[in-house]
C-alpha cells in the first residue's frame, strides 16, 4: 500500500509523487512516440520528395531507427542500474530531439537515414530507466497499471503523429512551402520535424521535476559485474527467451499493422490522408489507451486472485482476442475497416504494459535496467525491426501489387499472432520458476547483510 506520510516504512514514495512521476514520465514517451511513428503517415511526401520506395520508407520507418536503438539500449540500461536515471532521460530526450529537429533539414534517403539512426540512439534512453524509476516508486500490487499508465504514451504519441501527419498533409495542399529563417524554404512534413524537435529541447526542464525513489527488492544497492548479469539471464534463459520472443510477436503485429494501415485505408477505400490522420490517430489515441490501461489492471487482478504469471496470461488473452479482428483488412467499406480495427487496436495494445512490468518481477533490482534494454532489444528488433518491412515485402515482392497490401497485412500479423500465443503459453511454467528463483539469489560479488535476499 502507498503510504502519504514521510514516515512511511515500506519506502515507497507518496502516491502523489508516485504518479507525478509516471505522468511526466509518460509524456517524454509521448514525445518520443509522435517522433518515431510521425513517418508512418507521410508516407507519400517523403516518397516524392527523396524519389524512394516502399522498402526505402519501411526501412526509414522501423530498421534504421530500431538498429541503434537496441545497439544502445544495453549499456544505457547498465548506466540506469547505477547512475542517476533522471539525468539518463534528461541527456536522451535531447539527443532524440536535436536528431528530429535534423530529420526536417534531410534532402537525400542515406541523410535522412542518418538522422533516424540518431533519434533512436536518443530514445534508447527513456525505457529502461523509467521502468527503473517506476518499479521503485510502487509496490508489486500496482505495477500492472502503473507500467501500463507509463505506456499509454504508446498510443497517444502515435495518435498524435498520425492527427499532425493528417493537418500537415492538410496544410500542405492548402500553403504548399514555407519560408523559415536561416533554413529558407521547407516543405510541411519537414517543418514538422522541426517544430516536434523544438518541442523535446524544452520539455527537459520538465524532468527536473522527478525525484529519484531509493532503490529497492531483491539486490538493491548492490553493483554486479557484467558477467554475473548474463548468468542469471542465462539461468533463467527459458523465461527471457518465451518472455521476450512472445511479447516481440505481439510488437511485430502491432507495429507492422500500425505502420501501413494509413497507406491501407488510402490504397484500398481511396481515403485522404488528411482523413485517415485524424480518423486513425483519434482510434489509437483513444483505444490504444483504454486497451493498455485494460491490460494493466487485469493482470493486477489476476495478480491479486493467484496468478503469479499474469503479464503472460494477459499476453495470451491479447494475441487470442486481436487474431480474428485481422479480418478488419477484408472489410467490403473503410467504415466497417475503422470500426474493426478500433478494436484490433484495444485488444493489441492490452500486454504492451504488462510486458516490461514482468521483467521488473523476476530479476534483482541491480540487473532491472539491463534486462529491460535486452526485453526492448528483443521487441524493437523483432517488433519495429521487421514487422513494418516484412508486410512491405509481402506487398512487394509476394503479391507485387500496391493494392494487395489489405492480404499482407492479414497474412503477416496473423502468423505472428498465433507465434504469441505459442511462446507466451510455454513461458507460463518458466515464468514461475524464475519468481520462486529470485527469492533464493545472492550476488557472487557482494557479501553481508545488504546481500541478502529480501522480499519484492
Known amino acids: ?22 505522468a511526466i514520465l509518460m509524456l517524454a514517451y509521448v514525445l518520443s512516440f509522435v517522433d518515431r511513428q510521425i513517418l508512418n503517415l507521410l508516407v507519400e511526401p517523403i516518397r516524392r520528395d ?71 540512439v536518443g530514445e534508447a534512453a527513456l525505457s529502461p530507466s523509467a521502468y527503473s524509476l517506476i518499479a521503485d516508486s510502487f509496490p508489486p500490487k500496482l505495477r500492472g497499471t502503473a507500467m501500463s499508465v507509463y505506456s499509454m504514451g504508446i498510443y497517444i504519441g502515435s495518435g498524435l503523429a498520425f492527427l499532425l501527419g493528417g493537418l500537415v498533409v492538410k496544410f500542405a495542399s492548402a500553403q504548399g512551402d514555407v519560408e523559415l529563417p536561416v533554413l529558407g524554404m521547407v516543405r510541411p512534413w519537414q517543418l514538422i520535424f522541426l517544430v516536434l524537435g523544438a518541442a523535446g ?12 525513489p531509493s532503490r529497492k527488492g531483491v539486490g538493491a544497492g548492490v553493483e554486479v559485474p557484467l558477467s554475473e548479469v548474463a548468468g542469471y539471464i542465462r539461468q533463467n534463459r527459458r523465461t527471457v527467451l518465451c518472455h521476450n520472443f512472445g511479447f516481440a510477436c505481439l510488437a511485430f503485429a502491432a507495429y507492422g499493422s500500425s505502420a501501413w494501415i494509413p497507406t491501407f485505408f488510402i490504397r484500398t477505400y481511396g481515403w485522404s490522408a488528411s482523413d485517415v490522420g485524424v480518423l486513425y490517430g483519434s482510434v489509437v489515441a483513444v483505444a490504444g489507451s483504454i486497451g493498455i490501461i485494460a491490460g494493466g489492471r487485469l493482470s493486477d487482478l489476476l495478480h491479486r486472485r493467484g496468478y503469479r504469471d ?6 495470451i488473452i491479447s494475441a487470442a482476442l486481436t487474431l480474428p479482428l485481422n479480418l478488419a483488412y477484408l472489410a467490403g467499406t473503410g467504415e466497417l475497416a475503422l470500426a474493426l480495427i478500433a478494436l484490433h487496436v484495444f485488444t493489441i495494445a492490452m500486454p504492451f504494459g504488462v510486458g516490461p512490468a514482468a521483467i521488473q518481477e523476476i530479476m534483482p533490482n541491480s540487473m532491472r535496467g539491463q534486462a529491460s534494454a535486452v526485453y526492448l532489444f528483443v521487441i524493437t528488433m523483432v517488433g519495429l525491426g521487421i514487422g513494418p518491412t516484412a ?34 503459453g510455454m513461458g507460463l511454467k518458466h515464468y514461475r520458476g524464475s519468481l520462486d528463483r529470485l527469492q533464493e539469489w545472492t550476488p557472487q560479488s557482494a557479501a553481508g547483510s545488504d546481500a541478502q535476499p529480501k522480499p519484492v
Not at 58 to 83: E, N
Not at 403 to 415: D, E, P, Q
Open 391 to 424: 508486410v512491405a515485402l509481402g506487398t512487394d515482392f509476394v503479391f507485387g501489387d500496391d493494392n494487395a497490401l489489405r492480404y499482407s497485412l492479414l497474412i503477416v500479423t496473423g502468423i505472428a499472432l498465433v507465434g504469441a500465443m505459442i511462446l507466451l
Open 310 to 315: 499474469a503479464p503472460l496470461r494477459v499476453g
Open 201 to 212: 529541447v524544452l520539455f527537459t526542464a520538465v524532468l527536473l521535476l522527478i525525484r529519484e
Open 1 to 22: 500500500m502507498h503510504n502519504n506520510n514521510n514516515g512511511n516504512t515500506n519506502g515507497y514514495p507518496s502516491s502523489t509523487r508516485a504518479w507525478m512521476t509516471v
Open 50 to 120: 527523396l524519389d524512394i520506395t516502399d522498402t526505402h520508407m519501411s526501412l526509414l520507418m522501423g530498421f534504421s531507427f530500431a538498429v541503434f536503438y537496441t545497439i544502445c539500449g544495453v549499456p544505457i540500461g547498465r548506466l540506469a542500474d547505477r547512475k542517476s536515471r533522471r539525468g539518463i532521460i534528461a541527456i536522451g530526450v535531447l539527443v532524440w530531439s536535436l536528431m528530429t529537429a535534423l530529420c526536417g533539414t534531410a534532402r537525400t534517403f542515406w541523410q535522412f537515414l542518418v538522422f533516424r539512426i540518431g533519434v533512436g
